[in-house]
Each structure stands twice: as structure tokens, then as C-alpha cells.
């Protein structure tokens, strides 16, 4: 059994922030999300999670399918792997909610180790800060915290990265005898290394090949710090792969997006989530994309869209919206200030200016006019617009939901419209026009006599 448990417990103070660390994002994903995805990746039997006082913003982000701990009281890191105590069992790695870099290929190689504890290190020329691994006959005796080393100790390079691997039955060892014997008073899971030693266990080490995967995030400068690395590692890889980007200082990708060679990206785009970005499509410049799909040769300018299925060939922006459930087909073009949710066009849809399309369903090359709305809300329920193929709807219409308008029907600019309209009619719906003649005139000259 291969199981990983995060701690994410800690208050993170240094952020100087209401919000728990661990949910502070990097390109668009939570730092917790980046561990337990490589996690994940390793393809472990079960992951676990250790949360503390802020464990109610956390919830949120966490899936399903990941159990969840609580540690009462922040008081060290080994307190907190006791709170799992239940989720012990078979070979555990021991990973943090704030270190988000690190690779599956380095917790596949941690659970490869055949010994009872496995110490993650890594080689720093500059290892201020970071507890050092000390070792006697090339064999490793203790870990020294910075705050406790000698002059001697700190000279040493290989630094404990807080991240191990235990069979269980070593580490629960190890838990029952771990004292709080130092000046926090708190329970330290560095030192499992000299209790497991003096009790016959062997100890070794595994030194990662990329000091940066174990860097953690304790201030909000070092959040900014690792965005802009990691953003310039996900850009360059995306461009060696034929990716356009014609500013990367300007373009953020998060980790899981996918785009194929021959896209653009115009600068300020953001692009998140899991979306995928086909061959040649053009998107931004100002543009957000989030859990998005946008097929081939598609164009996404200024605009913000978000769980959306975008076709071929299609014409997004500028100054649209797209929201969770709109499903876009090929051809279809929706224009500045066009906003649609949980809807479906067809082929050939025009949606140009100044729209709401929410809960509808549009036929193929059916015309919407600017201004039209559908009015898909009763104040109690979301209500449907059926709306079917080459319909003709005017300027500034409204279509009160629910209601089905025919193919081929033509809806009369400036209509509101209640009742189904049927296939190839003409739906007018607004009121008789009235001018009063030389109105304008008698109503001056009636001012101007009060005068």
C-alpha cells in the first residue's frame, strides 16, 4: 500500500493574509492542488490530508476522494502526522501543502527506498535557513536545525527538505517517542532520524536532482518569486513546442492547460484550469480562459470565458462573456458584449452585439439581434428559450421563458415576446405606434405663455 499525507495544517503567518496559505494560487491552482496532483501522478493507493483551524476555507479545494484529518492544535509537524495516526499503514510519504513543485518522479523514488525512513535532501550553495544533514561515516546521524548548528554544521550544502518517506510501523514507532523537549515546545518529525536510529531502524537518503521542487512558500515575495519561475518554465516549454507567445512577461498558463502547436497567444492572456487550445487559434489579447475548449482556427479577443466548449472556425469577442454550460459549435460568432450561459448554438449562430443568452438552446444559422435577451429567470426558477434553425430575431428583443420559437420564423425588432412563435411566422409583439402632430410646438408655446 503507497499512501502520501500532506500537511497543511499551519496558520502560515508570514502571509500576513486572511486566507490559509495552501489555497493561495499559483497560475490559477491552489498550492495544495500542485502536491496532490503529483501525488496523483505517482499513482498512489491513497492520499490524505492533515488540515488545522482554517480547515473550513480549505474544504473547498480539496476533492472528494482525498481524506482529510484535523490537528487540534498547531504543535510541530509530528503532532500533526499523529492526527492521521488512522491513515498509517503501508509505506507513507510525508509531503506539504506549501511546497508545490515537487515531482512525482521524486515521490516514486522516495517510495523505491527499501529502509525504514528515507530523507528527501538537496544540495544548496546557499542553505541559510534550512536544517542540515549530518552524517558520520558517510551515513546520515541527525538532522541540525539552523538555530541549533555549529559554525561547522552550517557550512555543510545538504539540506533536510522536511519531506520523507516511512514504512508505517517505523513511523508510528517513532511517533510514540518523539518529545517536545525544545524551546517551541513542539513536536518535530526531524526527529524521528536519532529516535529510529537508536532504536535499530535504518535511516537513508534520497537527494533530489532539482533543489527548487522543494522550496516552500512562506511570504507573500516568495508566492511572487515561484509564479514568475514557474511561468517562465511553462512558456518556454510551450514555445519550444510551437506555441506562439508574443510577450511571455504578459502570458500566464497554468500547469494543466493544454495547447497545441501553431496557437497563438496574444499578450495578456490567462489561460487556467484544464483548458485545451487547438492548433491555431488565436486567443487575447486580454483575454482569461478558464476550463475552457477552443477548437482550431478560433479567434478569443478581450474577453473572459469559463467552462465553455468553444468549435472551429469561430469568432469569440471583443468584450464577451462566456459562462459555466455554453456550448459554442463551429462557425459561430459572438461579438462585443454578447454574454451566454448554460446555452447551446449551433453552427452558424451570429450573436454580434449587445446580448444575453442564458438557458437557451439556438438552431443553426439563426441570427440574434443586438440587444435581444432571453429573460430566462421567474424570480423562482430558470426557465428554457428554444429557438430553432435560420430564425430571424430583430433588434432589442426579449423572450420571456419559457418558449419555443420555429425554424425560419422572423421576430420583429423592438418585441417582447411571450408566446411560442411557430415555424416561418412573424412574431411582433410590441406596441401600436401613436405621433401627435406639432406636439413638440403647442407644448413650447404653453411654457412659454406661463411665462
Known sequence: MKKVLILAGGLGKRMNSPRPKVVHEVLGKPLINWTIDAAREAKVDEIGVVLGNNAGLVYPVIPNDVKIFIQKSQVGTADAVKAAKDFLDGKVVILYGDVPLISSKTILSLFESKADMTILTATFEEPFGYGRIVRENGEVVRI?????????????????????????????????????????????????????????????????????SVIGVNTQRELAALMKNVKENINNALMDLGVTIEDPETTFIGPDVVIRPGAVLKPFTFIYGKSKVSSNA???????????????????????????IIGDNCSIGPFSRLRPGAFIEDNVKIGNYVEVKNSHLSKGVKAQHLTYLGDATIGEDTNIGAGTITCNYDGVRKNKT?????????????????????????????????????????????????NKEEWVLKKRRGISDEK
Open 144 to 212: 541540525v536545525e539552523e538555530n541549533d548548528a555549529t559554525d561547522d554544521i552550517r557550512k555543510i550544502k545538504e539540506i533536510n527538505s522536511g519531506i520523507y518517506a516511512f514504512e508505517s510501523q517505523s513511523l508510528i514507532y517513532a511517533l510514540e517517542r518523539i518529545r517536545n523537549e525544545n524551546k517551541k515546545g513542539e513536536y518535530y518529525l526531524t526527529d524521528a532520524v536519532e529516535v529510529l536510529l537508536k532504536g535499530g531502524y535504518v535511516v537513508k537518503t534520497v537527494e533530489t536532482d532539482n533543489p527548487l
Open 386 to 434: 428554444l429557438i430553432g434553425k435560420n430564425v430571424f430575431v430583430g433588434s432589442n428583443t426579449s423572450l420571456v421563458a419559457p418558449i419555443t420559437v420555429g425554424d425560419g420564423a422572423l421576430i420583429g425588432a423592438g418585441s417582447t415576446i411571450t408566446d411560442d412563435v411557430p415555424a416561418y411566422a412573424l412574431a411582433l409583439g410590441r406596441a401600436r405606434q401613436v
Open 282 to 308: 488565436v486567443i487575447g489579447p486580454q483575454t482569461t480562459i478558464v476550463d475552457c475548449t477552443v477548437g482550431n482556427n478560433s479567434l478569443v479577443i478581450k474577453s473572459d470565458c469559463t467552462n465553455a
